[in-house]
T-cell receptor
Framework: NAGVTQTPKFQVLKTGQSMTLQCAQD?????MYWYRQDPGMGLRLIYY???????DKGEVPNGYNVSRLNKREFSLRLESAAPSQTSVYFC?????????????FGNGTRLTVT | AQTVTQSQPEMSVQEAETVTLSCTYD???????LFWYKQPPSRQMILVIR??????QNATENRFSVNFQKAAKSFSLKISDSQLGDAAMYFC?????????????FGQGTRLTINP
């Protein structure tokens, strides 16, 4: 049972570089999410996908783009990385048709932008 | 928009004792869900306990229980018989009950230290 798999686990970028964080889930969940975690601020939602084919902005979408490639995969792209995007990024998924279903998280990606 | 506040950035407790972590939230909705997640040093997010707002009975999972006060918009987590493995960041989270709005709103987190 892999659950939610994120790659890479660690990444260092220079300002202006681009990269894509990959996320895949094998639980047949409809909904997927990208969060960022910063000290003292908890986890903040960047983008989410309620179902395959749809994506919506969360609380902090600026500087990011997402793609719901299929039901399993939801990627997060930084087109031009900035030091303010240094953070730990979490992908998560949930069943859309169960009201109290919790989010299942990947193990996170620590991104440093210099 | 809903907000979640954890007013204790850090807490510590002696092993085998009981500790309570505080969480308050702000919402105009009447139907919602509340969660506590644990994040150990491994960075993994682990669901500890969940509460449905329409249920008056407080949720319990082994040594973990909540005190849900809907009118006060308070959702505290009590850990009994604290163990070294309980040391972690704990996050309180809110989720609207309306379909299609399953995204969680998190508090800032409380770092719990267990003293042997």
């Amino acid at each position: 049972n892999a659950g939610v798999t994120q790659t890479p686990k660690f990444q260092v970028l220079k300002t202006g570089q681009s990269m894509t964080l990959q996320c895949a889930q094998d639980m047949n969940h409809n909904s997927m999410y990208w969060y960022r975690q910063d000290p003292g601020m908890g986890l903040r939602l960047i983008y989410y996908s309620a179902s395959e084919g749809t994506t919506d902005k969360g609380e902090v979408p600026n500087g990011y783009n997402v793609s719901r490639l299929n039901k399993r995969e939801f990627s997060l792209r930084l087109e031009s990385a900035a030091p303010s995007q240094t953070s730990v990024y979490f992908c998560a998924s949930s069943e859309a048709d169960r009201d109290n279903s919790p989010l299942h998280f990947g193990n996170g990606t620590r991104l440093t932008v210099t | 928009a809903q907000t979640v506040t954890q007013s204790q950035p850090e807490m510590s407790v002696q092993e085998a004792e009981t500790v309570t972590l505080s969480c308050t939230y702000d919402t105009s909705e009447s139907d919602y869900y509340l969660f506590w997640y644990k994040q150990p040093p491994s960075r993994q997010m682990i669901l500890v306990i969940r509460q449905e707002a329409y249920k008056q009975q407080n949720a319990t999972e082994n040594r973990f229980s909540v005190n849900f006060q809907k009118a006060a918009k308070s959702f505290s987590l009590k850990i009994s018989d604290s163990q070294l493995g309980d040391a972690a960041m704990y996050f309180c989270a809110y989720r609207s009950a309306y379909r299609g709005a399953q995204k969680l709103v998190f508090g800032q987190g409380t770092r719990l230290t267990i003293n042997p």
